[in-house]
Each structure stands twice: as structure tokens, then as C-alpha cells.
């Protein structure tokens, strides 16, 4: 599975990168003139070298970065932080409700094969849905919103894709990391995947297992105003473009976002 836009990368703020490691992506927060930085989930799996280069090629050899976040545990964007760990003594942040995935604890439901939707949600029962180990350098969120090293940050629950995914979101120039809570790519299409056609659109179908929880979050982060996005999937979407469609996801969820069958409807 992969993208025209895999490889590549866009800075949307001085501090604000991220990368399309083949169809979900990574953010990087930090200015590359100061090295002090972090990394926003770690992208598909056996990329984690791919993905040392890359942080190398940014803030240079050697700087590696204060802390990596999780926006939830799902295989897309966990693939190499198992890899990264073993080249960075960094702590791993995410929501009290991941931790059993990314403990070893507990494994996520299967992927839904059966759920309407393109290709990739056919094949989706080949997609690993089992937890990770990563105690030693995991840790809780804190519970008052707060981002360990970004201080401008705040993280948002998005439960709904997963129990405790979250999103961050900082004030000063309303910018978002969305992760699945909504993206911008219709994920079970293989099509659409392959050019990133953009569209505001709901989380994984196959993945996502609470449907109202997926919507009031979205209509969370829509109360937010944001004026950016870089979603887990799909390319950086900014200005009316986001706005209004986001208006129309919410207006038209059960037409655009939910699935009319699937093992969790």
C-alpha cells in the first residue's frame, strides 16, 4: 500500500513539518535552527530507518527528539517506534486508554473486512491489529491537556477510531493534528489513496469501532475553529477548503463517513 505523495514532505510552519511515509503521516514540532523537537506518531511498519534519515536530515545527526507522541496505537502509526527506541532514550506519551495496546495487554478488535467500502477496507483482515510492548518508555498523557515539551500545544480526546485517540491543537495559529479522528483522503479507496484525492472525510472505516463517539469528535475539533489541519491520512488541507468541509462531514456524516454495514454498526 502506497501513495503518489510517499517520500515526500512539506513544512506548513517553521516548526510544523510532517512526512508521507506511504499512506499515513508523521509530524515533526520543533524548529530545525534549535534541534529541540518532537515526533507525532512513527508511521507503517520496517520504515524505521527511513524515518531516522529523515529526523537526521532536519535536525541534524545525533539531535534526536525530546519526547514522540501517539495520537493512538493503531499499526499505521506505531510501525517503528519499537525501531526508533532502540536508537533514542525518549519517552513515549499517549492516552491512559492506548496504554493496553501499547503495553502488550490487549490486542484492538480485528480490522472489519465486511464494512461498506473500497478495496483497502476489503483487505483490511490483513492489517496487524495486535498490541505492542513499549512499558519501559511509555507514559500517560497528563490529564489536564497538556503536552510534555510543547508547551503552545494542547491534546484533545477524539475517541470514536479507537478509545483513546487524541488530537493536538495549538491556539496561537489555530493548527491541527487531526490523526484518524478525520482525514482528508477516503482511506478505503484504493484509488484515492494511491493520488490523495483530498476530501474531508471520517476516520477508517475498517478500524473505527464507535460511531457516535466518532462523529461528537469531530464535532469537537470543529469547535475549534482550526484554520490548518495535517490529518493521519491525506495532505495538509488550511482556510475555507477546511472549514467547509468539515461543515459538510458533519451536516452529511452518515452519508459521507458512515458505513451502512460492518461488524460495528
Known sequence: MTSFHSNTGKEVRDDLYYYTNQIVNIIMIGDPTTSNWVLVDTGMPKCGDEILSLAYDRFGVGHEPSAIILTHGHFDHVGNVVHLLEHWDVPVFAHTLELSYLTGSKDYP????????????????????????????????????????????????????????????????????????????????????????????????????????????????????????????????????????????????????????????
Open 110 to 265: 480485528e480490522p472489519d473486512s465486511s464494512v461498506e467500502g473500497g478495496l483497502l477496507a476489503k483487505i483490511s483482515s490483513m492489517y496487524p491489529h495486535e498490541s505492542i510492548d513499549i512499558g519501559e518508555k511509555l507514559l500517560p498523557l497528563p490529564p489536564d491537556g497538556t503536552i510534555p515539551f510543547l508547551h503552545e500545544w494542547k491534546w484533545i480526546p477524539t475517541p470514536g477510531h479507537s478509545p483513546g485517540q487524541i488530537a493536538l491543537f495549538r491556539e496561537r495559529d489555530r493548527s491541527l493534528i487531526s490523526g484518524d479522528a478525520f482525514i482528508t483522503v477516503r482511506q478505503d479507496s484504493f484509488y484515492k489513496v494511491l493520488i490523495q484525492e483530498t476530501e474531508v472525510n471520517g476516520p477508517p472505516r475498517y478500524l473505527t469501532t464507535d460511531w457516535k463517539r466518532a462523529y461528537d469528535s469531530i464535532v469537537r475539533l470543529r469547535e475549534l475553529d482550526p484554520q490548518l489541519v495535517i490529518p493521519g491520512h491525506g495532505q495538509m488541507l488550511e482556510g475555507i477548503k477546511l472549514t467547509t468541509g468539515l461543515d459538510n462531514l458533519i451536516n452529511n456524516f452518515d452519508e459521507l463517513a458512515k458505513p451502512d454495514h460492518g461488524r460495528f454498526i
